[in-house]
């Protein structure tokens, strides 16, 4: 029976995600990576208002099957940037509630990205009220 919150066909990965927690906002994607990213292990996101940097880790994607995208619950996340390797180059994709839509690569309420065919990315959030949310594959 479908319910008004019930989402058919979407995944939630956020146990599976990992996270490295920035103080500041200065590293690049070239540092990040280099970085002990920790598994986060809970269902959903939940931080108090902080000017840190959330740089989360999302491996494996594509083992998901008749997976396109990638959904971030919460409509006011401020910035919110996906990077991922385009052969030797990393590429990034911006969403959030301030960036602007013409930024966007799909306008949504939601900070939605396409990661078709990308088996590892990063995702870079710079949120400073209450951030909660889920990431969910769909």
Request: hydrophobic share 65%; net charge negative.
């Given at each position: 029976e479908e319910t008004v919150n019930s989402k058919p066909n979407?995944?939630?990965i956020t146990q599976g995600v990992e996270?490295?927690?920035e103080k500041g906002d200065t590293l690049t994607i070239e540092e990040v990576v280099k970085k002990d990213f920790k598994k986060y292990g809970k269902s959903q996101v939940g931080f108090k208002p902080s000017f840190n940097t959330y740089w989360w880790k999302l491996s494996g994607i594509n083992t998901f099957e008749n997976v396109k995208y990638l959904t971030m619950t919460n409509p006011i996340l401020d910035y919110v940037t996906l990077y991922y390797k385009d052969g030797f180059k990393w590429k990034k994709s911006s969403a959030g509630?301030?960036?602007p839509f013409w930024d966007r690569?799909?306008?949504y309420k939601y900070p939605v990205f396409d990661i078709t065919g990308k088996d590892e990315i990063y995702i870079r959030v710079q949120a400073f009220g209450t951030m909660s949310f889920n990431?969910?594959?769909s």
């Open positions: 979407t995944i939630n996270l490295f927690l509630d301030l960036a690569e799909i306008i990431f969910e594959l």
